[in-house]
Each structure stands twice: as structure tokens, then as C-alpha cells.
């Protein structure tokens, strides 16, 4: 690792081998806030320093939950904050620079209204979507005990998977960033195709009204 993630990287190292699990919790706390802070550095780590003896695979993970539950609810809190009201009044006035309009806005939100508990329960695995999927959450207000479980219980299975996979890998626990990095890519891959896709459907909509 050089440049920047090494420097990151050096310095969640630090954080753990002089804090243990209470700063694994920070540290997720601060990468479902911060995403720079990358969870496949943290998390195999914590499962290399666990099994080197220096702590619990199981009190990483729950210590790891406790951190993703808590960044999770600032970004929920924040969101809320703004409000659904304010949203749409900024989609009506910049939308266009985005490519959004407030129709556009309502199917997302109707769409996410239906299908809340697989958006925040799978999302929680999903590299990228896992700290985004608090944003709309807070917008439209989901019920609170059922955001904080469901975030509990995708965000345990992510954080047992990498620090389930740094503690079997030992000193090689850095073999586990480049396989996360490529599902990494593989969902801003899939986010353009589906981008580009409702990009072209609108054009032929547009282009029908014109016909017509």
C-alpha cells in the first residue's frame, strides 16, 4: 500500500494495536461517516491482531457492529435533519444539474418505502451502498427499531466476514483489500449501467413525446 491508503492503513494499525476493540469501534464509526476510511483495512486486521492473541475475533466483530450501528445512525440523524421537505425543494432548484427531477425523486422514495428492510438488511453488505443506504433511510423516516436492527444484523455478517477472513489469513490479512476493492468496482460498474440505462429510457420518452 502506497501514497495515501498507506498512510490510512498505517494509521489504522496504530489505532487498533494501541486500543484494541474499542478502537475498532471508532474506527467503523468513522468509516460509515468518513468512507475514505476503508473497512477491508480495519476490519482484516482486527482479525489478524484477535488471532495473533491480542483479543477476541468475536468481540472485534461486536465491537465493529456496536462502531457501524452508531455511524449509521449519524448519518440517519443527520438526514432526518434535513428532511424530505428540503430535499425536494433542492432536487426542484438543482435537479437538472444532476439529472433528477422531483418525479424522479418520488420513485426512489416509493421504491425505497417498499422494499426498506432488504435495502437497509442487503445494503449493509454491500461495499459503497452500506453507509449510503442510512441517507434515505433518514429521509423518509424509518422506524428506528427496526433501521438499528436491521443495520445490526447485515453489518455483523459484513464485519465477520472481514474479520473472519483476516484472523484465517494471519500476516496476510492484506490479501483481502483487492478482492474487496474489485466488489468495490463491481458495484460503481453496475451503478452506471443502471444510471445509463434510465438515462436512455428517458431520452426515448422524450423523443416519443416529440414524435407524437
Do not use: K
Not at 491480542?54 to 466483530?61: F, K, P
Not at 417498499?114 to 443506504?133: E, F, Q
Not at 474479520?163 to 490479501?175: K, M, N, S, T
Request: proline letters at 4%; hydrophobic letters at 60%.
Amino acid at each position: 500500500m502506497t501514497g495515501l491508503l498507506g498512510d490510512v492503513a498505517g494509521w489504522v494499525q496504530d489505532v487498533i494495536e494501541r486500543l484494541g476493540a474499542p478502537g475498532v469501534a471508532v474506527l467503523v464509526v468513522l468509516e460509515n461517516v468518513f468512507p475514505p476510511i476503508p473497512s477491508e483495512i480495519v476490519l482484516p486486521f482486527a482479525g489478524f491482531v484477535a488471532a495473533r492473541g491480542d483479543g477476541s475475533v468475536l468481540v472485534m466483530v461486536a465491537a465493529a457492529t456496536l462502531g457501524a450501528v452508531v455511524g449509521a445512525l449519524v448519518l440517519y440523524a443527520i438526514a432526518a435533519a434535513i428532511g424530505d421537505e428540503r430535499l425536494h425543494a433542492f432536487v426542484g432548484r438543482f435537479g437538472r444539474w444532476f439529472g433528477v427531477s422531483r418525479d424522479d425523486l418520488d420513485r426512489a422514495e416509493r421504491w425505497f418505502d417498499r422494499h426498506a428492510v432488504s435495502a437497509v438488511l442487503i445494503g449493509r453488505c454491500v461495499p459503497i451502498v452500506r453507509s449510503v443506504v442510512s441517507i434515505p433511510a433518514g429521509f423518509r423516516r424509518m422506524r428506528l427499531v427496526p433501521f438499528v436492527a436491521l443495520t445490526a444484523v447485515g453489518s455483523s455478517a459484513w464485519n465477520f466476514a472481514l474479520v473472519g477472513a483476516g484472523a484465517a489469513l494471519g500476516d496476510q490479512w492484506e490479501r483481502v483489500e483487492p478482492w474487496v476493492g474489485a466488489l468495490q468496482w463491481l458495484v460503481v460498474a453496475a451503478a452506471v449501467v443502471l444510471v445509463a440505462r434510465l438515462a436512455l429510457r428517458r431520452l426515448r420518452a422524450r423523443r416519443t413525446r416529440v414524435a407524437g
